[in-house]
C-alpha cells in the first residue's frame, strides 16, 4: 500500500527540486510502500521530512525500532551511506540497511524531538559537538569520496565571476581575501572524512549513545572545513547579545582546542566556507553576502 507523503514535503520539494525532482516525488509513494515490503518494515507513525527526504518511522521484524529514509540521490548525499558504514555507528547514526540505486537507507532510529539544539548552555552544546565531530574527523577516508581538494579549487576557479556580482566593494574584497587563504591552503587539503554540515540539528539523542550525528555529506578533506555550521548555530541568540564577535571566537576555540587543530589553518578554511556560500548565494541570484557570514569573516580575520 503506497505510504502518504505530507503536503507541506511535496509543495516545498516540488518547487525546488526541478523537473527530476517532481518525477521522483510522483514515485514516492510506490517507493515507500516498496520497501517496506522488502524490508519487512511496519510503520510506526505519522512520517517527518526535511528539505530533501521523507523519514517514516518503522518498526523491524524482530520489533527493534528504526526509520526508513527516502531522499533522491544528489552529489552531495551519494556518499552518505558509505560515510556511515566508515563510521560504523561511532557517534554516528547506524545504517542498518542500504539500497544504492534509489538512495534509499535503514537507520537506527533517534530521538528527532531532541536535537543538540534543546541543550540551552551554548558552551556544554558547543562542547558535545566537538566531541562527536573529533571522533569523526579521526577516521581517514577511504578512496572514492569527494575530496576537499576539488570542492577548493572549484571555488577558488569560480570567485573571479562571482566577485563583480557584489554590489559592495568590501563583500568583493572579503571574497578575493577568501579565495586567496584557500589557494594558500590547497597543497595540503587533509585526508579525513568530513560530515561537511555538523550543526546542533544534525544531532540527536539517541538510547545507544547520550548524543548522534545524523545525515552527513562526506567529504575528504582538512577538519577545519567543518567549523562554519557550528559557528553560526543559533545566530540570533548570538545576535542579541550584542556580542556576536565574542560569540564566535568563543566558539571557534573551543571548537579548535578540543579537535587539536592549527587556528590560522582552521581560519583559512573557515573562510573557504564562506565563500563556498557566497558563491551558492550569488548563483541564486543575490548581490549581497549574508550578514551572518560576514559577521563570522569580519571576527577571524580582525581577531
Not at 93 to 115: F, K, N, Y
Not at 129 to 146: I, K, Q, S, Y
Amino acid at each position: 500500500m503506497p505510504i502518504d507523503v505530507p503536503a507541506a514535503f511535496v509543495a516545498s520539494y516540488g518547487v525546488n527540486g526541478g523537473e527530476s525532482g517532481r518525477a521522483w516525488l510522483s514515485a514516492l509513494p510506490e517507493l515507500g510502500a516498496e520497501f517496506l515490503d522488502r524490508w519487512a518494515l511496519r510503520p510506526d507513525g505519522p512520517p517527518a521530512h526535511g528539505m530533501a527526504s521523507l523519514v517514516l518511522p518503522v518498526t523491524r521484524a524482530d520489533g527493534t525500532p528504526a526509520v526508513l529514509k527516502l531522499q533522491q540521490i544528489t552529489e552531495d548525499n551519494a556518499g552518505a551511506a558509505a560515510g556511515l558504514r566508515v563510521w560504523n555507528g561511532d557517534g554516528v547514526v547506524r545504517l542498518l540497511d542500504h539500497d544504492a540505486e534509489s538512495g534509499t537507507m535503514l537507520l537506527e532510529r533517534l530521538d528527532a524531538a531532541r536535537p543538540l539544539s534543546v541543550v540551552a548552555d551554548d558552551v556544554a552544546a558547543v562542547q558535545i559537538l566537538a566531541e562527536l565531530m573529533a571522533r569523526l574527523v579521526a577516521v581517514a577516508a577511504p578512496p572514492g569520496f569527494r575530496t576537499l581538494a576539488e570542492v577548493a579549487g572549484a571555488l577558488v576557479d569560480g570567485t573571479p565571476r562571482a566577485v563583480p556580482m557584489l554590489h559592495d566593494r568590501a563583500e568583493q574584497q572579503l571574497l578575493r581575501t577568501c579565495a586567496l587563504a584557500v589557494s594558500d591552503l590547497l597543497p595540503e587539503p587533509g585526508d579525513r572524512l568530513l560530515h561537511w554540515d555538523l550543526h546542533f540539528d544534525n544531532v540527536l539523542a539517541g538510547e545507544r549513545e547520550p548524543w548522534l550525528v545524523i545525515d552527513p555529506e562526506p567529504l575528504s578533506g582538512d577538519p577545519g572545513f567543518e567549523l562554519l555550521p557550528a559557528l553560526s548555530n543559533r545566530w540570533a541568540e548570538a545576535e542579541a547579545t550584542g556580542g556576536v564577535t565574542g560569540t564566535v571566537l568563543r566558539r571557534f576555540d573551543q571548537l579548535t582546542e578540543v579537535l587539536g587543530l592549527d587556528r590560522q589553518r582552521a581560519t583559512g578554511w573557515t573562510l573557504g566556507r564562506i565563500l563556498q556560500n557566497a558563491l551558492w548565494d550569488v548563483e541564486d541570484g543575490k548581490r549581497a553576502l549574508d550578514p551572518a557570514q560576514t559577521a563570522i569573516a569580519g571576527a577571524l580575520l580582525n581577531r
